[in-house]
């Protein structure tokens, strides 16, 4: 996550933009467009959101929500290992307590220079 590389948080997150600006030109082509536009927009939209609800398995869309914060948390945390080494270490440390955060504790220790 603190990588750089693309989550399934980011992925989620660019899909409900999509959804949005697809919505968006929807509501345009309706406004300014031809019947023939308007079905190409609806279609686009839809398509999107299948994508969400389907391929990701996403039935709310405050779980894109959710997504975000911990994306910003993220970001939070790679500032504060940057900044404070030691507060970097002490997070390194609690992370090998919890079995499930192992790739986390592996990208810490990345970012701390640090081998287990």
Do not use: C
């Not at 409900?16 to 082509?29: F, G, N, P, Q, S």
Request: aromatic share 2%; proline share 3%; charged share 25%.
């Amino acid at each position: 996550m603190l990588d750089g590389e693309p989550t399934t948080a980011n992925v989620i997150i660019r899909l409900v933009e999509a959804a949005d600006h697809a919505r968006d030109a929807r509501r345009l082509a309706k406004a300014t467009g031809s019947p023939v536009h308007q079905a190409r927009m609806l279609k686009a939209e839809t398509d999107v959101l299948t994508k969400l609800v389907e391929a990701l398995g996403i039935t709310d869309t405050s779980v894109s929500e959710y997504m975000e914060e911990a994306e910003q948390l993220m970001a939070a945390v790679k500032g504060m290992v940057h900044h404070d080494r030691q507060a970097g270490l002490a997070l390194l440390n609690e992370t090998y307590r919890i079995p499930e955060l192992a790739p986390f504790a592996r990208t810490l220790e990345t970012l701390l220079g640090v081998r287990r």
